[in-house]
C-alpha cells in the first residue's frame, strides 16, 4: 500500500517529514502511518500542475486521447476492484458491499467521462450575428490547474467525481484528499502512476485542513476550486477564494426531508427512511433525516420504523450480514453522541437507539437512532449531523408539510412517497432543493445533475454539468467583409487631428 504523496509522477515524503496517522474505525488501531503535506508540498504540487498544463505533451490532447487515459484509469480501479473496496471498508468502516458498489460507481464515473471528453471534439457552436460582416463561434477550452478537496464518506467515488471532468476537460489537478481516509486515494495515485498520464497532471496530497487545505486555496496560480464538505469550511474556502477571484463549486451540507403521505405503503416506507437516514451510517450529505409522516399512519409507521431499525445488524463492515458499520472515526462519533444528548435535553423523545451496541465493546459504532416529537427549533432538526440519526415530526395538510421540509438553511435534496404521482409531481415542484426524489431515497446517478441551493452549495457536478465546472468558454469572432473596416484612419487627410491646448 503507497503511503507517500503523489507530485508531478512521483511517489515522494512530505518536504517536512510530517506523518499522519489512519485509524480502523472498527477498533481505534492504527491502520497504516503516512506522509503528511504541508504549504511546501502545495507549492510544489501547483509547481508540476501548472507546468504539465503548459506542456504540449498534455496541453495539445485531443478528446479522444484524454478519453482513452480516462478509459485506462476505470480499468485499473476495475481490475484491483477487491482491494479498493476492503481498503475502503478498513480506513471508512463502511459494510463491504457498499464499498464495493462506491468502487463500481468510481469505474462508471472514468468511463462516463471518457464519453464525453471524446465529445469535445464536435465542432465548434456557430452563434447568428446581426451583422453579416461577422462570424461568431464558442470555444471551450479547459480552465486550467484546479484544488480538488474531498471528504471522508466516499473516499474514492468523490475523487472520481473530481479528477475524472477535470482531466475530461483537459484541467491539471491537485487533489487534496481526507486526512482520515487516504487509502483509496493512494491507491488510486498507483493506478495513475502506471498509466501514460504526463506527469503531473495529476497530483495527491495528504494532509489537513490548515497545513495543507488552506495554502492550496489560497494559492495564486490554482485556476478553480472544487470542494466537497461542511458548510464552515466551504464558507472560509468562499472567502479565500474570494481575495483571488477564485472560482468554486461547492458541494455542502444538507439536512434532507421525506414527506410520507398517507396512501404509501408502509413497508415501502419504512425501507426508504431507512435507506435514506442509515445508510453508509448516516454519513451521507443528502441523508433523508427530517422525516414528515401524515398523521393518520404516525402511529403504525413509528412502531414498524424502530421495529426494522433494531434488526439492523450492525458490526465490521468487513463482515457478512452487517448492514452499518462503524462511524468513520472518534471525533465523528463523538459529535453525533453530543447531538443526541442535546436532542434529549431539548424536549425531543428519543424511542430507539442512541447509544453503542451491546455486543461491541471497542469501535466507533452507534445504534441506529429515531427521535420523535422533535421541536422545529431543536438543533437536531435544524443542524447536519452526519450519523445515523432520524428525527420524525408529523403533519396534517399537504402544504404544512411543504412548508416544513423548505423551513431549513439547506436545501441540497428532499423526497416524497406517495402513491398519487400527480401529488409527487406538485409537491417535488414545491420542494426547495437539487435534488428531489419521488418514491425513493438516494438514488443517484452520474448522468444528472448535483448539487443544492441556499447554503447547501454553489454550481452543480456530474452529468455535463460536471464537465461544464472545468472549461472556460471563449468566444472568437472574424471579421470577413473584404472592405476595410474605417472608423478612424477614415479621415480627410487635409485636416489635423485635434490636440488639446
Wanted: charged share 20%; proline share 5%.
Amino acid at each position: 500500500m503507497q503511503k507517500k504523496l503523489f507530485i508531478n509522477g512521483k511517489f515522494v515524503d512530505a518536504c517536512n517529514d510530517e506523518q499522519l496517522q489512519v485509524i480502523d474505525p472498527s477498533n481505534g488501531s492504527v491502520l497504516a502511518t503516512v506522509a503528511a503535506a504541508g504549504a511546501e508540498d502545495v507549492e510544489l504540487a501547483v509547481q508540476a500542475a501548472q507546468a504539465a498544463f503548459a506542456n504540449p505533451n498534455w496541453r495539445r490532447t485531443s478528446g479522444a486521447q484524454r478519453a482513452g487515459l480516462l478509459r485506462d484509469i476505470a480499468r485499473g480501479i476495475k481490475q484491483n476492484l477487491q482491494e479498493f473496496a476492503q481498503l475502503e471498508t478498513l480506513n471508512n468502516g463502511k459494510p463491504l458491499p457498499e464499498a464495493q458498489w462506491d468502487i463500481e460507481d468510481s469505474i462508471g464515473c472514468f468511463e462516463y467521462y471518457a464519453t464525453l471528453a471524446e465529445g469535445l471534439e464536435a465542432d465548434p457552436q456557430a452563434i447568428a450575428l446581426a451583422d453579416n460582416n461577422f462570424v461568431s463561434h464558442v470555444v471551450k477550452d479547459p480552465i486550467g490547474v484546479v484544488a480538488l478537496i474531498i471528504p471522508w464518506n466516499f473516499p474514492l467515488l468523490m475523487a472520481a467525481w473530481k479528477i475524472a471532468p477535470a482531466l475530461a476537460a483537459g484541467c491539471t489537478v491537485i487533489l487534496k484528499c481526507s486526512e482520515v481516509t487516504p487509502l483509496t486515494a493512494l491507491k488510486l495515485a498507483q493506478i495513475i502512476s502506471d498509466t501514460e498520464l504526463p506527469d503531473g497532471v495529476v497530483n495527491i496530497l495528504c494532509g489537513d485542513g490548515a497545513s495543507c487545505g488552506a495554502p492550496l486555496v489560497k494559492h495564486l496560480g490554482i485556476n478553480k476550486i472544487v470542494f466537497t464538505g461542511s458548510v464552515e469550511t466551504g464558507r472560509q474556502i468562499m472567502r479565500s477564494a474570494s481575495d483571488l477571484a477564485t472560482p468554486v463549486t461547492l458541494e455542502l451540507g444538507g439536512k434532507s426531508a421525506l414527506l410520507i403521505f398517507e396512501d404509501v405503503d408502509l413497508d415501502a416506507a419504512v425501507e426508504w427512511t431507512m435507506f435514506g437516514a442509515f445508510w453508509n451510517k448516516g454519513e451521507v450529505c443528502s441523508a433523508t433525516s427530517r422525516v414528515l409522516v401524515a398523521q393518520s399512519i404516525y402511529p403504525e409507521f413509528i412502531t414498524r420504523l424502530c421495529a426494522a431499525a433494531q434488526r439492523i445488524k450492525i458490526g465490521n463492515g468487513l463482515h457478512s450480514e452487517v448492514k452499518m458499520g462503524p462511524l468513520v472515526s472518534a471525533a465523528q462519533y463523538q459529535k453525533v453522541l453530543n447531538f443526541i444528548a442535546l436532542g434529549i435535553t431539548e424536549g425531543a423523545l428519543l424511542i430507539s437507539g442512541g447509544k453503542r451496541p451491546e455486543h461491541l465493546s471497542a469501535g466507533y459504532y452507534l445504534q441506529p437512532t429515531i427521535f420523535t416529537d422533535v421541536p422545529t427549533d431543536a438543533a437536531i432538526w435544524r443542524e447536519e449531523i452526519f450519523g445515523p440519526v432520524v428525527c420524525v415530526n408529523t403533519f396534517s395538510t399537504e402544504q404544512e408539510a411543504i412548508d416544513l421540509a423548505n423551513n431549513s438553511e439547506f436545501g441540497l435534496a428532499a423526497a416524497v412517497l406517495s402513491q398519487d404521482l400527480s401529488r409527487c409531481d406538485r409537491v417535488a415542484a414545491a420542494l426547495d432543493a437539487g435534488i428531489v426524489w419521488i418514491n425513493c431515497s438516494q438514488p443517484t446517478f452520474i448522468e444528472c445533475p448535483w448539487g443544492g441551493r441556499k447554503a447547501s452549495g454553489i454550481g452543480r457536478e456530474l452529468g455535463p454539468w460536471g464537465l461544464d465546472n472545468y472549461l472556460s468558454i471563449k468566444q472568437v469572432t472574424r471579421y470577413t467583409s473584404r472592405q476595410p473596416w474605417n472608423w478612424y484612419l477614415d479621415l480627410p487627410t487635409d485636416e489635423s487631428p485635434d490636440v488639446d491646448q
